[in-house]
């Protein structure tokens, strides 16, 4: 499948991407930028917990001009807290460029322990 | 006089040993008896003999789904299972001169009840640790009464569909002859669980149901939509009603609106930080119906349920120790390499980067497969530990829920003919010693009150009718304990009238020790008391049992 895509402002700001777990569920996760080949992982924030203190939002690349083609990957485990039946797991991916929300990424299905998933999207330049 | 209180328990108890495993002993031959497997060990569960004689009953929790087996030798079983509040009473009776006995085996999962000729016809409880032997099992099927009743029909005359439940079995069950083993339950009387005041049952349920929608209307669903969207629960509602506008019957449903609306949006730590999020979050609905499935029997009820968890400092989401035994999660490593795409514009690096990325795509998804499943599996095993340590950590803590359900039932099954039909209220506070020494890991505080009014009970004087009753409940247990001792005291009060007559107060207590001998043998002493206000006079306090055993089986609820 292809990768999805989001148009950043090649001269805007450098673009965030901010990892959200919905239903309260616990989650630890990595965020990686490959080239534009799909190679060559390099770690943006890798083993963070949305469980803490520190908000779960991170700056990608040095610019936004640099990050044409380039893809990013984050990954994540995400863990039930209760033994509740019928429980469901979204994981979502915001992407704002100068405090902007340019494109929202959700994966989500359900969940009896635990679970992995993973998403990427390319960026393009506008 | 202590040491004569002493020597009598002992003469008393040896008196009794040579008892049962005369008793015992003659029933090797022929055992008729009916299984009942549990999938974990029945903590809750009790037995006793009714008032009346010649009936036996299993009382267990709802949520405990028994498989049931007979022997071949038992003809002519007659079971009826009964849902009451959030526990099944399975009753059967036994022929005149058949002494029937409970032996609880392998660690209270298995319940066998013996029908043992020619001994006393008093109940017995005895725990096995003697050889076994297998013998073919035959199902059973079961009549489940829906209201609680006992024959499917309620105090106001009408009747509500008795569902037909299949009550199946392993292909094979373990027939255990009861062994010569030290295991003694000597009971001085039979014993009443309705009577007022009854202490045949000492752990008294003092929860808030998860679902009061259910208890209200005495179901017990084998399926309960919870849907997890918005759009799910539009289709539950959907195909619960008829084109008529009839509830289709036995339709359950539970579901917390917050987290239907606002759910994808709620991150843990909006959850952790924000008081009215945890509420909301925790604010669950149920809503359940009925109806009869017959032409006599139009009639529909309904009932709507909350749960409110208003405190909680046993609340896993907001344990940090808990965070922090899920830290320890793995991450696979990143994979080498990302699904092949040209990039937009490609350069003839570009094309040859996909070439090769195509030549090795496969073996690239297979690695990237394993590394997935390898970290999943670790994380499996962590979150299970971490949440067992959780549970055990916070199986006292301190929490305030409460719970109601208003009723409503239509005689002639239509919507609009609605009319009210009593409903339930309850609240638990439990207090878990935090911050006392001593306490806090191993004692707990529960106060539980309730409110029923209408709620369909058998008529205690004439058998196979119903009544009204309205109650209140009140009950307070203390419980401490550690791997090898648990205490518990438990005090209940109950006043309670049928319509239209006076009400009737009721109290009781029970104290319950017991100790590890060895192993899975516990040396269990209870003592009960109860006071009742019929007919204008009160009773005192009376000793009503007195319990001295070995068994295999706590009867205290350990605290974890």
């Known amino acids: 499948m292809a990768h999805k895509r989001v148009s950043l402002k090649r001269d805007g700001g450098v673009p965030s991407v901010e990892l959200r777990f919905g239903n309260a569920l616990f989650a630890k996760y990595d965020i990686f930028l490959f080239d534009r080949n799909g190679m060559n992982p390099q770690p943006i924030k890798t083993n963070q917990l949305n469980s803490d203190n520190i908000p779960d939002i991170f700056e990608v690349g040095t610019s936004a001009a640099a990050l044409d083609q380039q893809i990013l990957f984050w990954q994540a485990a995400i863990s039930v807290l209760d033994n509740k039946p019928d429980q469901t797991y979204l994981m979502r991916a915001i992407i704002t460029q100068d405090g902007r929300e340019l494109a929202t990424f959700d994966k989500r299905g359900s969940i009896v322990n635990t679970v992995i998933d993973q998403d990427t999207v390319r960026f393009v330049l506008e | 006089m202590k040491r004569r209180f002493i020597a009598w328990l002992l003469i008393s108890h040896l008196l009794l040993l040579s008892h049962v495993a005369v008793s015992q002993t003659a029933q090797t031959g022929d055992a008729t008896f009916v299984t009942f497997t549990f999938t974990s060990p029945c903590e809750d569960c009790a037995t006793q003999n009714s008032v009346a004689g010649n009936v036996y009953i299993v009382d267990v929790p709802a949520a405990r789904n028994a498989s049931l087996a007979k022997s071949p030798s038992l003809r002519d079983f007659n079971l009826q299972v009964t849902l009451r509040n959030d526990r099944i009473v399975y009753s059967f009776p036994f022929k005149l001169g058949t002494s029937p006995r409970a032996v609880w085996r392998q660690g209270a999962t298995v319940l066998q009840v013996f029908f043992v000729p020619g001994v006393d016809n008093v109940a017995a409880s005895v725990s096995d640790?003697?050889?076994?032997?297998?013998?073919?099992?035959?199902?059973?099927?079961?009549?489940?009464?829906?209201?609680g009743n006992g024959n499917g029909s309620v105090g106001n005359g009408s009747p509500i569909s008795a569902l037909t439940a299949s009550v199946s079995s392993p292909a094979v069950a373990t027939a255990a002859a009861p062994s010569q083993s030290p295991t003694p339950m000597p009971f001085t009387s039979l014993l009443n669980r309705d009577a007022p005041g009854s202490t045949a049952f000492t752990n008294v349920d003092m929860s808030v149901p998860e679902s009061p929608a259910f208890t209200v209307l005495g179901v017990t669903p084998e399926t309960v939509i919870r849907p997890t969207s918005p759009r799910a629960f539009a289709t539950s509602l959907l195909n619960g009603v008829d084109q008529n506008g009839n509830f289709q019957s036995g339709l359950a449903m539970d579901f917390v609106p917050y987290l239907l609306?606002?759910?994808?949006?709620?991150?843990?730590?909006?959850?952790?930080?924000?008081?009215?999020?945890?509420?909301?979050s925790r604010t669950q609905f149920s809503f359940a119906t009925t109806k009869g499935a017959t032409t006599e029997d139009k009639s529909m009820r309904l009932a709507l349920g909350l749960h409110l968890t208003l405190w909680d400092r046993g609340d896993p989401r907001t344990d940090e120790t808990l965070m922090s035994c899920l830290s320890a999660f793995r991450l696979p490593p990143p994979p080498t390499m990302l699904e092949c795409e040209l990039p937009d514009n490609p350069t003839d690096a570009d094309?040859?980067?996909?070439?090769?990325?195509?030549?090795?795509?496969?073996?690239?998804?297979?690695?990237?497969?394993?590394?997935?499943?390898?970290?999943?599996?670790?994380?499996?095993?962590?979150?299970?530990?971490?949440?067992?340590?959780?549970?055990?950590?916070?199986?006292?803590?301190?929490?305030?829920?409460?719970?109601?359900?208003?009723?409503?039932?239509?005689?002639?099954?239509?919507?609009?003919?609605?009319?009210?039909?009593?409903?339930?209220?309850?609240?638990?506070?439990?207090?878990?010693?935090?911050?006392?020494?001593?306490?806090?890991?191993?004692?707990?505080?529960?106060?539980?009150?309730?409110?029923?009014?209408?709620?369909?009970?058998?008529?205690?004087?004439?058998?196979?009718?119903?009544?009204?009753?309205?109650?209140?409940?009140?009950?307070?247990?203390?419980?401490?304990?550690?791997?090898t001792f648990n205490g518990s005291f438990e005090y209940t009060f109950l006043r309670s009238r049928f319509a239209g007559l006076r009400f009737d107060n009721a109290s009781r207590f029970s104290l319950l020790f017991e100790r590890r001998i060895a192993g899975d043998t516990w040396f269990n002493l209870s003592l009960g008391g109860e006071s009742g206000r019929q007919d204008g006079r009160n009773n005192g306090f009376v000793l009503t049992s007195f319990k001295w055993a070995f068994s295999d089986r706590r009867n205290v609820p350990s605290p974890q």
């Open chain 2, 351 to 483: 094309r040859e980067a996909f070439r090769k990325c195509q030549e090795s795509a496969e073996a690239t998804r297979q690695e990237r497969a394993r590394q997935v499943q390898e970290a999943r599996e670790f994380n499996d095993s962590v979150s299970t530990k971490c949440r067992d340590e959780s549970r055990q950590r916070n199986w006292n803590a301190s929490s305030w829920i409460i719970g109601a359900a208003p009723s409503w039932i239509s005689t002639d099954g239509q919507t609009k003919n609605m009319r009210w039909n009593g409903g339930g209220f309850w609240t638990s506070v439990a207090y878990g010693f935090e911050g006392v020494p001593g306490l806090e890991s191993r004692s707990q505080l529960i106060l539980h009150g309730r409110y029923r009014n209408r709620e369909v009970v058998p008529d205690p004087n004439t058998a196979g009718a119903f009544l009204s009753q309205d109650s209140y409940f009140f009950g307070a247990r203390f419980r401490t304990g550690s791997p």
């Open chain 2, 129 to 147: 640790v003697g050889p076994e032997r297998a013998a073919a099992a035959t199902n059973v099927t079961a009549a489940v009464d829906t209201n």
């Open chain 2, 261 to 280: 609306v606002a759910g994808d949006d709620l991150t843990l730590r909006k959850y952790q930080t924000k008081q009215v999020v945890r509420l909301l």
